[in-house]
């Protein structure tokens, strides 16, 4: 039992750590005006990634002796994600609702301008910004937020952990108990 409480306080842990570095990098990219800069979102994908190696590298040799199967693995880097997720996605519903509302608004005009470079019809670009505008409130982007850096998270999860994972000896850990 007092496993399965160390999985969870660690996975909530983890998660708030990682939540707020997205967030601390998110707010630097913003007072530096770089926002909808391009190539500056990869760098959030890079904590990511490197957020889910480091936790799941320290929980296994930390909290389990150095042996982590697949599947605890991918349990908590899933765990740490959904908790790192939801904490950029109430960060990005008080950004957008709050700090900065006007920012939707921009990400809405850089659309459409890459749209009439691209040569679409004025009919089109504006049905396409109607219905982009039903999409990109302060909830929906937050939504939006949430389910992208889960599954986003899910996914270097999967990968990470198999790399990550380390079986024990099972030979020697059955014999441990006998004689």
């Known amino acids: 039992m007092e496993e399965k409480n160390n999985f969870w ?9 990682l939540g707020f570095s997205l967030i601390i990098f998110s707010t630097i990219v913003y007072l530096l005006d770089l ?11 890079i904590i990511l990634v490197g957020g889910i190696i480091l936790i799941l590298k320290n929980y296994r040799d930390k909290h389990l ?3 982590m199967s697949y599947s605890t693995g991918l349990g908590m880097g899933t765990v740490v994600s959904v908790v790192a997720a939801l904490i950029v996605a109430i960060y990005l ?8 509302p006007d920012l939707i608004e921009q990400a809405m005009r ?5 749209m009439l470079e691209k040569g679409m019809p004025e009919e089109q670009i504006e049905m396409a910004s109607e219905m982009g505008r ?3 409130t302060p909830i929906m ?12 998270g899910f996914i270097i999860s999967l ?15 059955a014999m441990k108990g006998v004689g």
């Open 141 to 152: 982007t937050s939504f939006f937020g949430f389910l992208g850096n889960t599954i986003m």
């Open 159 to 173: 990968i990470a952990a198999a790399f990550i994972k380390k079986e024990g000896d099972g030979f020697s850990n």
């Open 110 to 114: 850089m659309q459409e301008e890459k």
């Open 9 to 17: 306080k660690s996975a909530v842990n983890y998660g708030a750590i």
């Open 65 to 67: 002796n150095g042996i």
């Open 35 to 45: 926002t909808y800069a391009s190539g500056v979102n990869w760098l959030s994908y």
């Open 134 to 136: 039903r999409f990109t």
């Open 93 to 100: 519903f008080i950004q957008f609702k709050y700090v900065d």
